[in-house]
């Protein structure tokens, strides 16, 4: 822990810095890899819940109770459909019976309980109408839009709009990987994923905005030095917050990793376990988001400010001279040449890597530093 | 910080912590004061049956609040006719009634009932008589005691004649036996409820076979002279395809008492009143139906002020309804009781059977009788509720064994307590003394969240579901990371070579701000689901909303202030090993404080 904890220090001090920024390219075809995946998983179909498509479900826990006896009895219940007959984790075993099968709930449950010889009360059973998922889809698509238009709104104001623009992409990005997973493994999607879904989106902007609050306080006043383009300066920020966002990252997975493992292993398929489940995916792309897709677009569009433009050429310029000098001094050959190379180059340090050795010589002595 | 100078630079940290202790001790006192020492479990956690209904219409207008409400109180009335004590009927969204029916009540047929149509028709009634067996059969030939009837209607008191009736008859109508029809339709005088005998009372009580108008309701209330159950037939013809139906439908039979109107609207049928307040039913031989309860446009129960005639129904048809509402009273106001009364008929029961005086054209009407407020209004919404354009699908019906919910909330539980003792190592171990702090800042957290949904569940029928639980357990992260945004920040402030004390005061602002953003966010994300969310998912927010209202009240009231206290102890200021702020762990180097901002551009950009 206490070199984690190091870590730490050295990230905020710069002294390990990774270029998160600067490899945005990288992490954009990584993510835009993801997203064609989960594009071409959603191309082909969700696995959508009893929920969205109408039908029923029982419930019936007798112990010794085996799926092929349940099949028997629910065919005899049903006159021969097909029923879906599972048995989940926790020794109960869980019938599906598509809406098409017109016979009324209550005889399949009576007649169910008399097959197997299970009180009626113990049966649970929930019946779905057609159009209940339909609703429910329906409400999470427009709160869904509802949240985004607002949460953009209002990142706009407290922040400005490219890291609204920038939050929003993260947040769609971390939807799509996360309903891609879904489609792709083929998990079941429920009402207790949507609810899933629709968490991740406060999580994933809560991860952003904690991040973009340090750049935005990095980046005040930046156009006044000529040290540190905004894309370094961003990238600073993000590595100082970078412990913390690993820890509340953790800190969030926690009790998800604790619903998921109780959900899973002591209940089997449930509300438990779907909520869980979509949260863990959902609020892992979040972290990775905010990381590696939010901050390297923000400074995207940041640099196609004029001022940034500006303010790039002013750095650029100063590192040409820079060199220069540190050139000429090499060429004389004098260890102090480099000794002052070395001194100078905290301007650009943040986004050259590999300068440790350098910084720690340097470490520890009072002056140097403007 | 523009801290005033006579205060201590870190202000008062007790008194924020006094404030939220006794606000917590207090919440907690009071959950045990009033008895609420558990929040109300939901269907999926305490077992039961839950019913979704989703309004469904041709005309969306027609989903509105008010049709929704008058539709939960009929629902309501239903499930309490099958006997199912504490159930539950709300609406939950714009479109949705919730049907919640608690402990596994195992009330098959309840799904079934509770969601159907209502479907109200005025039928004219053929013939009446009581049914079942405290029925002492009336006597009532109903000329004979023909009572004063009801109050007439304003308009009608002029013309009304004073509907006789077959009153003694005792009349099922129950809570809301309509008694007048005004504006031409009198009472069918017939409720032996003692608000009957009001009578004695009205105005126009020129019955034409008048005889003592208050004493014959009241007798034929209290004694209804013995006579046959043929004789009580009231004189109305019953059509001889019915004439065996009528005679052996008893009513006081529960499988008897179901819904005759089948669907051939056009034919007579027969049906029992749909309450038995007075301890028999009635059983009614009813025409074909004339005019349809949707043809109604509006009803409502006003006083009366001008004959004083207390409350009455008025009543609005829309132009089909009053059509055929013309042509039927203009055909029943000839005829002789009891053919001269028409059974407002809902689902299959009969509510109301006034009577008609006069042909009543224009489409507007009055049911005027000795009606109390409540029977007024009862039969107002019973009307309106025929004249919804609703009807109900159900769209999801869950029936959970208590011993599954038991297993569920058990399993939430767990994950919780796991979940929490997670987060307190994870503290702890990166932490150290710090972790201490998020530590009693969840127990604080716990406490709040616990005893505010306990509180919520007595105050506004909150109730616990698996989802809500969820999301308490979700927000067991979202309290510890606030946590951790302060903390970093305290500890990038000792790195960067800040003493303890000042650390803690310069992280604040800035941790405030990031706390508050995101809280805000989070909260939004909340808000938003709740408003627009159905089912499930409702719960899930509202416990989301709170938790994180509730980070930004121990944040702000709790762990500040500790920590703030916590600087003042050597323990803590010195940077011991264990306090999690040591400097030299976190790499801040011995305080030589003209390099402290030492990092270049970054930190110094900062400081802007």
């Known amino acids: 822990m206490s070199r984690f904890s190091n870590l730490g220090h050295r990230l905020y001090q710069g002294e390990v810095s990774f270029d998160f920024v600067g490899r945005r390219k990288l992490w954009y075809s990584i993510s835009g890899v993801i997203v064609l995946v989960a594009a071409i998983g959603l191309a082909m179909g969700l696995h959508l819940g009893i929920e969205f498509k109408g039908g029923s479900v029982y419930t019936v826990q007798k112990s010794g109770l085996t799926v092929s006896q349940a099949q028997t009895a629910v065919n005899d219940v049903t006159h021969g459909t097909t029923a879906l007959v599972q048995s989940t984790d926790n020794g109960k075993v869980r019938i599906q019976i598509s809406s098409e099968v017109e016979q009324s709930p209550d005889s399949i449950r009576s007649g169910l309980a008399k097959e197997l010889s299970v009180p009626v009360a113990e049966i649970d059973s929930q019946v779905i109408g057609p159009s209940w998922g339909e609703q429910i889809s329906h409400k999470a698509l427009l709160g869904l839009v509802i949240f985004m238009v607002l949460v953009t709104v209002y990142m706009a104001i407290a922040f400005e709009w490219r890291m609204a623009v920038a939050a929003l992409v993260a947040l769609i990005h971390d939807l799509l990987i996360t309903i891609g997973v879904y489609a792709l493994v083929g998990f079941e999607v429920t009402p207790g994923t949507v609810i899933g879904f629709l968490t991740i989106l406060g999580y994933s902007l809560y991860d952003t905005v904690v991040v973009f609050d340090t750049v935005k306080e990095n980046t005040k006043g930046l156009t006044k030095q000529s040290k540190l383009t905004y894309s370094e300066a961003a990238n600073a920020g993000l590595n100082q917050t970078l412990v913390r966002s690993i820890n509340t990252t953790v800190v969030a997975l926690l009790p998800v990793a604790a619903l998921l493992f109780i959900g899973g292993g002591l209940l089997g398929a449930g509300t438990l376990n779907d909520i869980s489940l979509a949260l863990f995916i959902g609020l892992a792309a979040g972290a990775y988001s905010s990381i590696c897709v939010a901050t390297p677009l923000l400074a995207q569009l940041k640099e196609e400010q004029p001022e940034m433009k500006a303010l790039a050429k002013r750095v650029a310029q100063r590192r040409a001279s820079e060199a220069k000098a540190a050139a000429e001094a090499a060429g004389e050959g004098t260890p102090e040449g480099e000794e002052f190379a070395d001194e100078d180059l905290p301007a650009g340090m943040v986004g050259q890597r590999g300068q440790a050795p350098g910084r720690s010589r340097a470490k520890g002595r009072p002056t140097g530093k403007r | ?608």
């Open chain 2, 1 to 608: 910080m523009a801290t005033p100078k006579s205060r201590p630079r870190d202000g008062y940290p007790g008194r924020a912590l006094a404030l939220i202790l006794v606000v917590t001790v207090g919440l907690v006192a009071l959950m045990f004061g009033t008895g609420n020492t558990k929040p109300r479990l939901g269907i999926d956690l305490a077992g039961g049956t839950s019913i979704t209904l989703t309004a469904e219409s041709d005309d969306p207008k027609a989903i509105n609040k008010s049709n929704m409400n008058i539709a939960v109180a009929i629902i309501q009335k239903r499930v309490n006719a099958m006997g199912v004590s504490e159930a539950e009927v709300q609406t939950e969204g714009d479109k949705n009634i919730v049907v919640n029916i608690p402990k596994g009540g195992d009330k098959e047929s309840a799904a079934d009932q509770v969601g159907t149509t209502a479907k109200l028709f005025f039928r004219p009634v053929l013939a009446y008589a009581p049914s079942g067996v405290q029925a002492q059969a009336p006597t009532a030939s109903p000329s004979a005691s023909a009572s004063g009837s009801a109050a007439p209607a304003p308009t009608a008191s002029a013309t009304a004649t004073g509907g006789s009736t077959a009153a003694p008859t005792p009349s099922a109508s129950g809570t809301k036996a309509g008694r007048a029809l005004g504006e031409a339709l009198t009472a069918d005088a017939a409720s032996p409820s003692p608000t009957a005998t009001a009578p004695a009372a009205s105005p126009a009580a020129s019955a034409p076979a008048a005889s003592a108008p208050a004493a014959a309701p009241s007798a034929a209330a209290t004694a209804p002279s013995a006579a046959d159950l043929s004789a009580a037939l009231t004189q109305g013809t019953v059509p001889a395809d019915l004439q065996a139906q009528f005679a052996a439908l008893d009513c006081s039979v529960d499988a008897q008492r179901k819904d005759y109107q089948t669907a051939d609207l056009t034919k007579p049928t027969v049906a029992c009143s749909s309450d038995k307040e007075q301890g028999y039913y009635n059983k009614f031989a009813l025409g074909p139906v004339q005019v349809n309860g949707s043809d109604i446009s509006k009803a409502q129960a006003t006083i009366d002020t001008q004959n004083a005639a207390g409350w009455q129904v008025q009543l609005q048809f829309n132009d089909n309804g009053s059509k055929a509402f013309a042509t039927t009273t203009g055909q029943l106001a000839t005829q002789a009781p009891p053919a001269n009364q028409f059974a407002v008929v809902l689902d299959g029961g009969v509510v109301s059977h006034p009577q008609v005086r006069e042909s009543i054209p224009g489409g507007s009407a009055v049911i005027s009788g000795s009606f109390t407020q409540d029977e007024a209004q009862g039969l107002a919404n019973v009307l309106n509720f025929g004249a919804l354009p609703l009807s109900f699908a159900q769209s999801d019906v869950v029936t959970v064994s208590p011993q599954l919910g038991g297993d569920q909330l058990k399993a939430g539980l767990i994950a919780g307590l796991i979940g929490m003792i997670l987060v307190i190592l994870y503290s702890l171990v990166y932490y150290r003394g710090l972790g201490l702090v998020s530590i009693a800042g969840l127990l604080v957290s716990a406490a709040l969240t616990y005893s505010i949904m306990s509180l919520l569940g007595a105050g506004i029928g909150f109730a616990l579901n698996l989802p809500a639980v969820c999301g308490a357990i979700v927000a067991i992260g979202i309290t510890a990371d606030s946590f951790i945004v302060y903390f970093e920040r305290i500890r990038d402030e000792v790195r960067e070579g800040a003493p303890l004390r000042p650390a803690v005061q310069r992280a604040w602002p800035r941790a405030r701000r990031t706390i508050l953003v995101s809280d805000f966010v989070s909260f939004l994300c909340a808000a938003v689901l709740y408003l627009v969310s159905v089912g499930k998912v409702q719960g899930f927010a509202f416990t989301l909303g709170l938790t994180t209202a509730l980070d930004v009240v121990v944040i702000f009231l709790f762990t500040k202030p500790l920590i703030t206290l916590l600087a003042r102890k050597k323990f803590f200021s010195d940077g011991h090993p264990w306090s999690g702020l040591d400097p030299k762990r976190l790499g801040a180097r011995p305080p030589i404080r003209g390099t402290r901002r030492r990092n270049s551009a970054p930190a110094a950009t900062k400081e802007a």
